[in-house]
């Protein structure tokens, strides 16, 4: 580019302008850094419309969560006929924030178990999990503390049972609106290709590690909140 005795900087070429465009996506988007300098030095310089900037912070939790099962939360319970079955004793918290997975013991067992408790916040939480017979079947909340067990009359005969444990998907502390909110994950020390779900709240904020839990692996996660 020549400079004029005048100090006045000689005009670009279109391909100049072109070049400094495309040196970067954010100064196109705010209208082309070598159109602006151009139109500041020979007029006709566009302001952008000016988005919308709102302060965010980064969340980063870490954790050891046990291995998932189908007994940690209640040990295999018997149905009793014709009625539901409210438990209220014999249920074991999370270790963390984590969904939960309902088991019969035949295949005869069918009918809905609630299950009724809290969210990471406090939050008074409930859900509903169809029983499949012997299947285990996942939930896809994530409870820090189970406070009651509604469970199904028993289908056939008075041997049928009920057990209910831990998944493994973990609860995240603060509701995720979209998958991108998480910067990075780690799982034992090393970059873990895990997945992330998101929901209408922060019980459906989740994330399962890519490998196997054993309650000293520690899995740490940062997210923009």
């Known amino acids: 580019m020549e400079?004029?005795?005048?100090?006045?900087?000689?005009?670009?070429?279109?391909?100049?302008?072109?070049?400094?465009?495309?040196?970067?996506?954010?100064?196109?988007?705010?209208?082309?850094?070598?159109?602006?300098?151009?139109?500041l030095e020979f007029g006709g310089v566009v302001t952008p419309s000016a988005g919308t900037l709102t302060s965010g912070s980064v969340v980063k939790y870490?954790?050891?969560?046990?291995?998932?099962?189908n007994i940690r939360t209640l040990a295999a319970t018997l149905l009793v006929q014709t009625v539901t079955k409210t438990v209220t004793t014999g249920i074991t918290n999370p270790d963390f924030p984590r969904n939960l997975v309902v088991k019969g013991n035949d295949a005869n067992v069918t009918g809905n178990v609630v299950i009724n408790g809290t969210d990471v916040l406090g939050a008074a939480l409930t859900e509903t999990i169809a029983l499949s017979g012997s299947s285990?079947?996942?939930?896809?909340?994530?409870?820090?503390?189970?406070?009651?067990?509604?469970?199904?009359?028993?289908?056939?005969?008075?041997?049928?049972?009920?057990?209910?444990?831990?998944?493994?998907?973990?609860?995240?502390?603060?509701?995720?609106?979209?998958?991108?909110?998480?910067?990075?994950?780690?799982?034992?020390?090393?970059?873990?290709?895990?997945?992330?779900t998101v929901g209408a709240g922060v019980a459906f904020s989740l994330y399962a590690v890519a490998g196997t839990l054993n309650g000293t692996k520690i899995v740490e996660l940062g997210l923009f909140v």
């Not at 302008?17 to 954010?26: C, L, P």
């Not at 870490?62 to 099962?69: H, K, R």
């Not at 008075?158 to 991108?180: A, D, Q």
């Open 136 to 196: 285990a079947v996942v939930g896809t909340k994530a409870f820090k503390t189970v406070t009651s067990i509604v469970l199904p009359p028993y289908a056939v005969a008075g041997t049928e049972t009920v057990s209910v444990g831990v998944g493994v998907k973990l609860g995240l502390p603060v509701r995720i609106y979209n998958i991108n909110q998480k910067l990075y994950s780690n799982f034992d020390g090393s970059i873990d290709a895990g997945t992330q």
């Open 3 to 39: 400079i004029k005795g005048d100090n006045k900087m000689a005009r670009m070429t279109s391909k100049m302008i072109a070049d400094i465009n495309r040196m970067n996506e954010a100064s196109r988007r705010a209208g082309g850094l070598g159109t602006r300098v151009d139109a």
């Open 62 to 69: 870490s954790c050891a969560p046990v291995v998932g099962d």
